[in-house]
């Protein structure tokens, strides 16, 4: 559920028609709304009611600060993938004891920077990132809290680019070896061992992967309680998927999964950690665009957009769907014509939909992109030299830019032409 309506035949984010955000800001921009926003957090957080546990918004989904702020605001954590995004998690107020670092990368001054702020948890993917946290918490005389990444093997049944779970994927450490991998962070200076980490992929549309991941977390949590260590959290991941389409068949709900989390884990004492990004930003976002041309092909019709790959690149990278939607309703029974809908990018790749049944358009009309939140603005690029949209985020019936177009010369600015040229 969003809150993306047609009210009076104008589609609304929230109490807003999307055409006064147009004429504010022009086109194309991402919009947000901050009670999809909300009510998505919420969803996770009631179902875990009473279980101790912590909701951390996967922040590589949507990472614009004013977001971050909303979900702060509910007592969300934070997983961060980079130095960039634990800076981000700290200027929206989360403190240090509510961000996990995950990622297979993490560099010295990442590790280093994470223990100066605070830091709940490394979820550490490899032993030379162990044996580097030691070095590096040894050093500056403090204990790095961490979970173990291991890979349980699972296949996810999901796009091939976001599946993490299978042992060939760079993620975790395998399942089979993570005794050994415990009995040597158990004996490390500076690393307090706090728990188990795993996230098998993203845009799940079933529950058995998880259930079958999180079994093998079980039968590994009494294993290592077995072996003396002292497994006090699970952290579980994020990647339940989102409905891209009304006539798909919906993913399963967060209150199901978050059953799969009790029945499986709920009574070894743990406190639960998740990490959702798509579910909670996914449907809380569009990107509007305006048409800019429609143009005869041989045997089609392109629609060309004023946004492109650079601004939402899913289509092209993954072959994802977007429900692509007039911003004025159209008249019920209008016929429905095949479309390609592309971009203004020299690459054929950049086109976001082939032969999609839309209504008639026209130079000027505005169309919106659903389910845009995730893993769309922060993929963007300035290819072709197209500034970064802006963003805005809706509450009510207010409006605010919370990332501003960069004008023409922000953007030329930012390259320098040494002196001996
Ligand atoms: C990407 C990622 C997530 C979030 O995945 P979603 O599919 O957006 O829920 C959570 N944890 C880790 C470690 C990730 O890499």
Redesign the pocket.
Known sequence: MDHFLYRDGILHAEDVPLPEIAAAVGTPFYVYSTATLERHFRLFDEALGDTPHLV?F?I??LSNLAVLKVLAGLGAGM?V?SGGEYLRAKAAGVPGDRIVF??VGKTRAEIRLALEGGIRQF?VESEPELLAISEIASAMGVTAPIAI?VNPDVDAHTHEK?A?GKSENK?GIPIARAHIVYALAAKLPGIAVKGV?V?I????TELAPFEAAFLKVRTLTQALRADGHAIERLDL?????IPYTRSNDAPPLPVEYVGVIKATLGDLGCEIEI????????NAGLLVSSVIYLKEGEGRKFLILDAAMNDLVRPSMYGAWHDIVPVVEPAPGTPLAPCDVVGPVCETGDTFAKARALVPLAAGDLVAFRSAG??GAVMASEYNSRPLVPEVLVHGDQFAVIRARPSFEEMLSRDTIPEWL
């Open positions: 951390c996967a590589k989904s997983d993938v995950s990622g979820n990444r976001i993490t993620f980490d996230h992929g993203s845009q799940l991941g994020g990647g339940l998927g990490e959702p990004g798509r579910l909670i930003s996914g995730a893993y």
